[in-house]
């Protein structure tokens, strides 16, 4: 019991040296970033005032590898980023907004439904923007693991945008790797890219949603995008037609896809809805037995906004159920779909009518839900993964 005692002590000890050295460091980094910072165009005034007191959030270190858009099946993804609620949602802000879409519609050439699928996509409309101090977040990831260097040019932007009277430093909240506000712009991309669209003397993507709109315009274009042409389309692929190499940088005419024998998913000719010489690349999310899409130079752009093909097919397929569009028609190839967000909730509400502690039924699957599903599936004698899908949430509803 005492050999047990000693240990707990040293092990304790060891932790709070390991720690106290950990924020020397830190606070070390810091300072030796002031005049980085100074060159960068913050004073020495905006940059003292706002590192005085920092401390590392050093959770955010296991955030760095993880990202959902490459580790998620295509058809978890896209089942909660275009759900009904995100859809009613933003056809009714497609509506609140009216008037300042249709102004951003004439001053950049963006139609109203990709901007709104943008806004639905990276906060909801607003509602979940993040949680993290931009200062904090930034300021930790510019001392500690990989990627400091991009990290500290998004901290310097974070304290110029402070400094400049935009946001202010307690409203400056977002994601824990920088971006912020209702679409989620990085720093560096809000310096150059957010625009003042209501008119108030100020660029702020936290409370304004008409800046975020405009501002979200101005990105697309400014990236490339060709007013009046579509994303793409879902496509039929003929029986035995080799897909390999095929990609959406490696683009080719409409009439070389018509050649192969590729219809629009309702059996048309290509040229129905794009001009023979348009070039688009054919993009395969799921592999050839899953839906197919030929996709043109404006999903490339939605693409830069996160570069995840998985994440551009989210935002160009919601902005088609903004504007009526049904469902894909092709299957995933898969027995065991997603679930929406309200499906997740009826998940949890199950799990926690079964007496297991997961805490509130939001429809975030967390590791407590993950963990409540193991032990549904192990005692149902389904496969063990943690996985909220069709299967469990069916076997718990009978």
């Not at 296991?62 to 858009?69: A, G, M, T, W």
């Not at 909240?173 to 912020?180: H, L, N, P």
């Not at 720093?187 to 975020?212: C, H, N, Q, W, Y």
């Amino acid at each position: 019991m005492k050999f047990l005692k000693t240990l707990y002590i040293a092990v304790v000890t060891l932790a709070t040296q390991t720690a106290f050295a950990q924020d020397a460091q830190f606070t070390q980094c810091i300072a030796n970033l002031g005049n980085a910072a100074s060159q960068a165009g913050v004073s020495r005034h905006t940059f003292q005032h706002y590192t005085a007191n920092l401390v590392p959030d050093t959770s955010l270190l296991e955030k760095l590898n993880y990202q959902p858009e490459f580790r998620t099946p295509i058809w978890d993804y896209l089942s909660s980023l275009v759900d009904d609620e995100r859809i009613i949602d933003g056809q009714a802000k497609l509506r609140e907004y009216q008037q300042d879409f249709q102004r951003m519609n004439q001053q950049f050439g963006i139609d109203p439904a990709t901007v709104a699928a943008v806004w639905g996509v990276e906060s909801n409309y607003g509602k979940n923007q993040g949680k993290y101090s931009l200062v904090e977040a930034l300021g930790t990831l510019s001392c500690m693991g990989r990627r400091q260097e991009f990290f500290r040019k998004e901290f310097f932007a974070t304290l110029r945008i402070i400094q400049s009277g935009d946001i202010s430093a307690d409203r400056l909240v977002g994601s824990w790797a920088g971006a912020f506000g209702h679409t989620q712009f990085m720093p560096t991309t809000f310096e150059r890219l957010a625009i003042d669209f209501d008119k108030d003397g100020r660029r702020d993507l936290m409370d304004s949603s008409v800046d975020a709109i405009g501002s979200t315009a101005n990105y697309l274009k400014r990236n490339g995008w060709q007013t009046g042409q579509p994303w793409g389309f879902e496509v039929k692929i003929p029986a035995g037609m080799s897909t390999a190499g095929e990609g959406r940088r490696q683009k080719k005419s409409i009439s070389h896809w018509m050649s192969k024998g590729v219809t629009t998913i309702d059996g048309q000719a290509l040229s129905n809805l794009a001009s023979n010489t348009q070039q688009a690349g054919l993009l395969l999310p799921a592999g050839p037995t899953g839906p197919a899409f030929l996709v043109f130079k404006n999903f490339d752009v939605i693409y830069s906004y996160n570069a995840a093909e998985s994440y551009a097919l989210a935002i160009a397929h919601l902005s088609d159920r903004l504007r009526g569009a049904g469902p894909f028609v092709t299957p995933w190839p898969t027995d065991d779909l997603g679930l929406s967000r309200a499906e997740r909730r009826q998940l949890q509400e199950l799990l926690l009518s079964r007496g297991y502690d997961i805490g509130e039924a939001d429809g975030v699957i967390g590791s407590k839900s993950r963990d409540a599903i193991k032990a549904e599936q192990a005692r149902l004698g389904m496969k063990i993964d943690g996985r909220a899908g069709q299967k469990i949430l069916k076997a718990l509803q009978q």
